[in-house]
C-alpha cells in the first residue's frame, strides 16, 4: 500500500484517486453533473450516492479502465489440415432377440419326479454377455442370459406342493441385415433390455437315449436392444467425405508372395 499523506488520507505517493474538490462536493466532482441522479432525487444533492465514477479525476487512467484479459491458449502442437475424423452411421436398428431353452425335470434340484404337475414356474434374470461380428451386410449377434429357474410342483400323488431349482444360462444369437456394412465397421450396443419371460411346461425333449419325453419346461426371455453401425471417414474443409480404409469391403484374400 501507498503512505497517505497526514493531512488528507485520499493522498499518496502514487498520487490522488480523486481531487479535492470531490472530497468537497465541488462542481469539478467526478459526482458532479453527469450525475445518473437528477436533481430532483429524493437523495441529498450533495449524497455520494447520486455520484457517477465515469468522470473520475484519477492521476491513474487505468484505475477506472479494467481490461482483464485471459491469456491466450496455445495449442500443443498445431494442426496438419483442416480436415476432421468422424464417425458416420451406417445405420441403427431396433433389435429382438430370443433366449430359450428346453429344460428336463431330471436337471432340477432336487429331480421333478417324471409325471409331477406343474403348479407354477418362475424365472428370474441376470447379467448378459453378448459377442457381436459383422460380416458383409449383416450383424451377427450370439450371447448368454443367466436365469434362475424356480419350479413348484406337485409329485404324483402328492398332496402339498414341493419347488425346485436350476441356475443356469439361456443362450440366444440374432442376426440383423445392414446393407453397406463391412467387417471393418463398428458395431455400438446398448445392454438389452428384458421385455418378456415365457414358460410352458410339457414341451417335447428329446433324452440322450434317444427317447422323447414331455417332462421338460421350456424357458424363453425376448431381448430388446438397438444396434448401430459406424465407420471412421474423413471430412474436409469443404464437405467432401473419403473412407479411412477404401478397401475395407472387399473380401479377404491371401496375398501373392514373390522370390526375386
Given at each position: 500500500m501507498g503512505n497517505?499523506?497526514?493531512?488528507?488520507?485520499?493522498?499518496?505517493?502514487?498520487?490522488?484517486?480523486?481531487?479535492?474538490?470531490?472530497?468537497?462536493?465541488?462542481?469539478?466532482?467526478?459526482?458532479g453533473n453527469d450525475s445518473r441522479f437528477d436533481s430532483h432525487s429524493k437523495f441529498d444533492h450533495h449524497s455520494k450516492c447520486k455520484k457517477s465514477c465515469k468522470v473520475c479525476k484519477s492521476d491513474d487512467?487505468?484505475?477506472?479502465?479494467?481490461?482483464?484479459?485471459?491469456?491466450?491458449?496455445?495449442?500443443?502442437a498445431p494442426l496438419n489440415s483442416d480436415c476432421v475424423l468422424v464417425n458416420s452411421v451406417v445405420g441403427s436398428k431396433a433389435v429382438q432377440k430370443v433366449a430359450e431353452s428346453v429344460f428336463p425335470f431330471t436337471a432340477f434340484t432336487p429331480a421333478i419326479p417324471a409325471g409331477s404337475t406343474i403348479v407354477s414356474v418362475a424365472v428370474v434374470t441376470g447379467s448378459i454377455t453378448r459377442n457381436t461380428s459383422i460380416i458383409r451386410d449383416k450383424v451377427v449377434n450370439i450371447g448368454l442370459?443367466?436365469?434362475t429357474i424356480t419350479v413348484t410342483f406337485l409329485a404324483p400323488g402328492a398332496t402339498t406342493p414341493a419347488t425346485a431349482v436350476l441356475i443356469t444360462s439361456l443362450p440366444f444369437q440374432e442376426h440383423t441385415d445392414f446393407p453397406?456394412?463391412?467387417?471393418?465397421?463398428?458395431?455400438i450396443e446398448p445392454t438389452p433390455v428384458v421385455e418378456g419371460i415365457f414358460?410352458?411346461?410339457?414341451?417335447?425333449?428329446?433324452?440322450?437315449?434317444?427317447?422323447?419325453?414331455?417332462?421338460?419346461?421350456?424357458?424363453?426371455?425376448?431381448?430388446r436392444t438397438t444396434i448401430t453401425v459406424t465407420r471412421q471417414v474423413i471430412v474436409d474443409s469443404h464437405g467432401g467425405i473419403c473412407d479411412v480404409n477404401d478397401r475395407r469391403c472387399d473380401s479377404p484374400t491371401t496375398p501373392p508372395s514373390f522370390n526375386f
Open positions: 497517505f499523506g497526514k493531512n488528507n488520507p485520499m493522498h499518496s505517493n502514487w498520487g490522488s484517486a480523486c481531487s479535492d474538490s470531490d472530497l468537497g462536493f465541488g462542481n469539478d466532482s467526478r459526482f487512467v487505468s484505475a477506472c479502465k479494467c481490461n482483464f484479459k485471459a491469456p491466450e491458449r496455445e495449442l500443443a442370459i443367466s436365469v453397406g456394412a463391412c467387417p471393418e465397421d463398428t458395431v414358460t410352458q411346461a410339457g414341451t417335447p425333449f428329446v433324452t440322450g437315449t434317444g427317447v422323447v419325453t414331455t417332462n421338460a419346461i421350456l424357458v424363453k426371455v425376448v431381448l
